[in-house]
Every structure is written in C-alpha cells, then in structure tokens.
C-alpha cells in the first residue's frame, strides 16, 4: 500500500510511538533501549512539563490533552493548531520531529493543523509546519525508527554532548 509521498511507505504499518520518533533524533541507541522495555527515564520530566503548563496560561478553551491510538499524546489540542510544551530546547531537533509527525499523523486521520512548540521557561515559542518536505522526513524518520527496531543489538555507542543527563548513561558508561 502506498500510503505517503515516500514510494512503499505504508504509514498503518510504520506508526509508532511519538516519543520514539523523538528518541530517533535524540540517540538511535537511546531509541533501541527504550523500545527494548529498558525503561530508565525517570518521571521528572513529565512531573516539571506538567508544573509547567499549569504555571504558564493558555485561553481556556485550547487547554486540551488528547492521546490518538495509545501512539501520540499531545499536550494542547486547539481549534487550529496543535501545542507540545517542552522545558527546554536543548533537543529542539528531536521536539520539532516529534511535532511533525503529530501532524502527520493528524493529516492521516484527514485534520489539517499547525503546530507550536512552547518553551515557557525560555518564554520562546516555535512554529512547526508540515510542509511537503517535512511529510517526507516524516516518513523517512518511520522507515528509520523500524530498521533500528528490528536489529537484535542495540546501535554501537557513540557519545553524544547529552550522554551525561540521558537517563542511560549508567547503562551506556557505567
Ligand atoms: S547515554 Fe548517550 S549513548 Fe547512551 S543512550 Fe543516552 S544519549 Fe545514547
């Protein structure tokens, strides 16, 4: 079935958990483990997201979370735009693909949004748009996320400026 802009791709298929994609452009070793149930990440982040969106003011009528096929969780579903808050914009890369592929996956399911990324801390925001060419990179990321899930050894190490906070570093370097 052809199911994108990439020839053979078949998005029913190669759906997958929005935080995989994110740890695709985080570390593809990070990704492995992960997928592998090798579940270190603490939940501080998801406790300081949260304290975050209740510090930080959204016009009541946009402040909604909505969590599509146990796949995508997104923090704010507005009227037309989709929100991801997120503490810092050290891994910008790896939030603004995680970003596109919920519009991706939006776009599959025939809604038709933008997306923002806040970054209240910083009182930053950006703005994430799912042109043609990013609908590839989507793609691209999916076909990427399942060849490194379906090898049977984790990707080789390779230390990255972020090793020391990543919550496999004990994994990785102990
Ligand atoms: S510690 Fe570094 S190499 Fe290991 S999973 Fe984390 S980011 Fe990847």
Redesign the pocket.
Known sequence: MHDGLTEGFDFQTLKTNGIKVNYLY??E??LW?FDRGIQMESSSDKVLIGKLLGEFSYPREVAKEMLIDNLINIDIVGSDEIREVKHSNRLAHADRIQLLYYLYYLKQLGIEKRGVINYPKMRKRQEVILTSDAEKEVEFALVRVQEILSTDKPPQ????P??AK?A??E???G
């Open positions: 985080v570390c070793r990070k483990l190490l390779q230390r990255k972020y090793c990543c496999y570093y994994f990785c370097f």
